[in-house]
């Protein structure tokens, strides 16, 4: 049957490099956000969020960095694994709405 | 950890069929959540629901769509008439405050065919 590409951008890297992706979000009043990674056939898992008032945050081999004057988000990711492969999401939301929105997701690739 | 539990993994429907996707959310959880991914696109937001009420709605919640927790524990999305474009991952989250700097908890999905 016919198969539909993900037309995701992809990030290919090595086992150990360090990766970084990026995300570029819409709402100026957005205060709030979060990277999200997500498997094949899993629902999204949150990573590692931060809010407006930061400009960069770390957890356990991730850091995100946030540029409010271009609207910028990026996840960088330390000695990347082959478990880190997986399609990432950022998303944004705005204090006192609970929604989330998604950005368009980027497919990290990992050699071993 | 906990996790948001989702039947079935799998639907496959006809046009014009309804459907319900189940979800059973964490349990001291209070918001819930319903959020759609049409394949190689954006997760999208359809809806939100607390205190057996619609909090907020995307404006893909349209008249077709409708939830419901008929219990204590479960969580249900209704398509009363499926179109070929309802064909989706169907993502159910939820949340213990519903506060935007939350963690979300998300279901592994129920992948809709409408053929």
């Known amino acids: 049957g016919e198969s539909v590409g993900l037309h995701l951008p992809t990030l290919s890297v090595q086992e150990g490099d360090n990766s970084i992706i990026n995300c570029a979000y819409s709402?100026?009043?957005?205060?709030?956000f979060i990277w999200y990674k997500q498997e094949s056939g899993k629902g999204p898992q949150f990573i590692i969020d931060?809010?407006?008032?930061?400009d960069k945050r770390q957890g356990q081999r991730v850091t995100v960095l946030l540029n409010k004057t271009v609207k910028h988000l990026s996840l960088q990711i330390a000695a990347t694994q082959p478990g880190d492969s997986a399609v990432y999401f950022c998303?944004?939301?705005?204090?006192?709405?609970?929604?989330?929105?998604f950005g368009k997701g980027t497919m990290l690739l990992v050699s071993p | 950890e906990p996790e948001v539990t989702q039947t079935p993994s799998h639907q496959v429907t006809q046009m014009g069929q309804e459907v319900i996707l189940r979800c059973v959310p964490i349990?001291?959880?209070?918001?819930f959540y319903w959020y759609r991914q049409i394949l190689g696109q954006k997760v999208e937001f359809l809806v939100s629901?607390?205190?057996?009420?619609?909090?907020?709605k995307s404006e893909i919640f349209d008249d077709q769509f409708s939830v419901e927790r008929p219990d204590g524990s479960n969580f249900t999305l209704k398509i009363r008439s499926t179109k070929l474009e309802d064909s989706a991952m169907y993502f159910c989250?939820?949340?213990?405050?519903?506060?935007?700097?939350?963690?979300?908890?998300f279901g592994s999905g129920t992948q809709l065919s409408v053929l």
């Open positions: 998303a944004e939301s705005v204090s006192g709405y609970s929604t989330l929105t």
């Open positions: 709402n100026s009043a957005s205060d709030y």
């Open positions: 931060i809010r407006s008032n930061m």
């Open positions: 349990s001291n959880h209070l918001y």
């Open positions: 629901f607390y205190n057996n009420e619609i909090s907020e």
């Open positions: 989250a939820s949340a213990t405050r519903g506060l935007t700097n939350e963690k979300l908890f």
